[in-house]
């Protein structure tokens, strides 16, 4: 049955939980942005597309998010409860470590069920969705910029200047746009006093209406080769630009959907097993592409006639000889033999080559799949793992707040995430299997849980700055005493 002293807990754990958790949730966003800030800058991306781009990020960073929000509220949990002398009432009570702390491990499975139920359905969506956005993001083009007294080329075919602008953004001064739409140069060139930019309703189009200018096309005369020049003065005339180029084309999605991040468990299961049996049937197929060139990769009916027909051949028919048997043959024919067995050496050099490649890719794609399939569940196992760790701290500090909480949940965090990207980068090479450098972590840290659990249960001090200057205080004093003893000696 639930005790009061349970909901106790609860309640105490659940605040700094979700706090802590959106805040890290916002740090691991701002620090993607800060490393995608390059390409993003200038890309005129209205708020509608930002908002999307940052809960589709904001959704992929929950796997880092959510442990170090359980870390760091168990710490500050039982850190807080310690430091207010809860913890000594509770124990005081004849209610062991284990006992107070059974309801938030409980609240814990749960949370890591409900982790790998968003891993596996969620986290492969919102992949699909951040990185396809944020492929089509980097890759198109920056909103058009033009400046006084500089060229720009960012319309393709033109390359537009103009000597200065007002302060309204449109009207212009002294253009000049060089038209090399036709692919032949710069061949037609328009010259113009004064203008306005003025862009269409839908954004697809930038109309220059130009003022006061003049026209210049350079160009063949008809029916003969000699180039001619046009020139024609206007009033006032609409030069049109079509601006669709630097609209935001997305991708079809359909095109990321075979990567291994936009996959649930039974997805990876599946392409697994499939590239198990695609493997072997390519190493099984090797003989196949070798035979036509050599004769023992034939079938074993080949090589049993091959065999037969050499023991019954006549005796006469068969020539002796010494060394090699090329040396035997005619120098036009050895010539073209051993032309022939190059060829053929080459041609087996590239198959073995082709197949090798695509024996290393597909490796790569098993093994990279492989540890998406163990991350799945490690990210679950983590949130329980760093409550096991984090709880006995918080019980062994005494320390609420944010303050030694904070530094030492993070101490703890970045260790659990090197050892984790270290595993995963050991797998992902062949260095190690990938259940064992999925799991490396995990398994470095659940001994130090438990002997954290063992620590807080008997009341250690070793995180207690005062039993740390006691112990030195005492060693000095002995040192101080055989130093004496020696010298009265």
């Known amino acids: 049955m639930i005790k009061k002293l349970d909901i106790l807990i609860i309640r105490s754990f659940i605040g700094p939980f979700v706090i802590t958790f959106f805040i890290t949730l916002f ?3 701002m620090q993607f942005f800060w490393l995608y800030m390059d390409d993003l800058i200038g890309k005129g991306l209205g708020v509608w597309m930002i908002l999307q781009l940052l809960f589709f990020m904001s959704t ?54 409900m982790a790998f139920v968003f891993s596996n359905n969620v986290i492969p969506v919102a992949n699909l969705k951040a990185l396809s956005l944020l492929y089509d993001l980097r890759n198109s083009k920056p909103t058009l910029n033009i400046r006084p007294d500089q060229f720009n080329n960012e319309i393709d075919g033109y390359s537009i200047r103009v000597g200065s602008k007002d302060k309204d953004g449109q009207t212009i001064h002294n253009i000049i746009i060089y038209d090399m739409s036709q692919g032949l140069g710069n061949d037609k060139v328009i010259l113009a006093k004064q203008g306005q930019m003025i862009p269409s309703p839908d954004k697809q189009y930038l109309i220059f209406r130009l ?18 020049q046009t020139r024609m003065y206007f009033k006032s005339w609409d030069k049109v630009f079509d601006l669709s180029g630097f609209r935001l084309s997305r991708t079809n999605e359909d095109l990321f959907k075979s990567a291994y991040q936009m996959m649930n468990v039974s997805q990876l299961r599946d392409n697994i097993d499939s590239m198990t049996k695609e493997r072997v049937r390519v190493g099984n197929n090797v003989g196949s592409y070798l035979s036509p060139y050599i004769t023992w990769f034939n079938a074993d009916r080949d090589k049993k006639t091959l065999l037969k027909k050499l023991k019954t051949t006549p005796d006469k028919n068969i020539k002796t000889y010494t060394g090699a048997f090329v040396t035997t043959l005619s120098d036009s024919l050895r010539r073209r033999t051993a032309q022939t067995a190059v060829n053929n050496a080459r041609n087996i050099k590239g198959l073995i080559d082709i197949t090798a490649t695509n024996e290393r890719l597909q490796l790569e794609n098993y093994r990279k799949m492989q540890v998406e399939l163990h991350r799945k569940f490690t990210l679950s196992f983590a949130c329980v793992l760093l409550f096991l760790i984090g709880a006995p701290l918080g019980a062994i500090i005494r320390k609420g707040g944010l303050g030694m909480p904070l530094v030492i949940a993070v101490s703890f965090f970045v260790i659990f995430h090197i050892t984790s990207v270290t595993g995963e980068k050991l797998a992902k090479t062949g260095s190690l299997p990938a259940w064992m450098g999925m799991w490396m972590a995990t ?4 001994p130090i849980a438990f002997f954290l659990i063992n620590k807080a249960r008997n009341d250690s001090q070793i995180f207690n700055k005062d039993w740390y200057l006691h112990v030195w205080k005492s060693i000095s004093v002995l040192f101080s005493k055989d130093k004496k003893r020696s010298v009265a000696s």
Do not use: C
Request: glycine content about 12%; proline content about 4%.
């Open 60 to 113: 992929t960073m929950v796997p880092l998010a959510l442990p170090l929000s359980v870390l760091l509220a168990s710490i500050m949990t039982f850190g807080d409860m310690g430091e207010n002398f809860e913890l000594v009432a509770i124990k005081a009570a004849g209610i062991s470590l284990l006992r107070f702390m059974r309801p938030l491990f409980f609240l814990i499975l749960v949370v890591g069920g």
């Open 443 to 446: 398994g470095m840290l659940l």
């Open 211 to 228: 003022q006061d200018g003049w026209r210049y096309d350079e160009g063949l005369s008809n029916g003969t080769h000699n180039y001619q």
């Open 27 to 29: 740090v691991l966003v």
